[in-house]
Structures are given as structure tokens and as C-alpha cells.
């Protein structure tokens, strides 16, 4: 049981980790610990200070179901960053088809315009 409680404390403590590490670029221990007190207090239901078997399991399905919709979360900002390439890249290639088109009514406008002017001559 020790073990346990050990094991989802430290577990806890290491998820809460990077929030803080963000923050300050690194955690003391008290905030380590702080940290892994307050999480092993909000799967502590009934309030006796020990998490029961139902309340460790409680508290791994809930750690799975924000993990999964981290996962959710991520997997759609993922689409959104590739849709937004396909985007990106699509204009890009109509401006450069744009730019070609522009390019070539250029050319013709001068190959016209040489005509014009060797006819024009005596």
C-alpha cells in the first residue's frame, strides 16, 4: 500500500513538473512536493489522508481522460497547423502560376509592340 501511495504521489508531482518548470525554468523541492501533496489531496475524496483502491482508480482514470483529451487537443491543432500549409502552399502556387501568366502577357505585349515598331520603318 506504501508503495502505492508512494508511486501515484511521485507520479503526480512529475505530471504537475513542467507546469511549474515553464513558469520558473526549474522547481525546488517544496514546490515538488507542494505540488504532489495537492494532487494526492484532490484524489483523497473522503478526506482520511489514505487513498483507497477506488480512489487510486479514480484518480489513474482521471489522470487517462485528461491525458487522452491532451492528446485529442493536440492531434487537432496538428490538423489545423497542416491544413493551414495546404493553404499556405496553394497560394503560393496560384501566385506563381499568377506571376507565369503575367510574365507571358508580358512577353507577348513586347513581341507585339517589336512588330509594330519594324513595321513602322522605313
Given at each position: ?13 512529475l505530471v ?30 473522503d478526506g ?12 489513474i482514470q ?61
Open positions: 500500500m506504501k508503495k502505492h501511495l508512494l508511486t501515484f504521489t511521485i507520479l503526480s508531482a504537475a513538473v513542467p507546469a511549474a518548470a515553464e513558469e520558473n525554468e526549474f522547481v525546488t523541492k517544496d514546490e515538488f512536493i507542494s505540488r504532489a501533496g495537492d494532487k494526492f489531496d484532490n484524489s483523497d475524496v482520511d489522508g489514505k487513498l483507497s483502491k477506488e480512489e487510486r482508480k479514480s484518480a482521471d489522470h487517462h481522460e485528461r491525458r487522452k483529451e491532451r492528446f485529442e487537443d493536440r492531434k487537432e491543432t496538428r490538423q489545423d497547423r497542416r491544413e493551414d500549409r495546404r493553404e499556405v502552399h496553394q497560394d503560393k502556387r496560384e501566385d506563381h502560376r499568377e506571376l507565369r501568366q503575367d510574365r507571358r502577357e508580358d512577353r507577348r505585349e513586347n513581341r507585339q509592340d517589336r512588330r509594330e515598331t519594324r513595321r513602322d520603318r522605313p
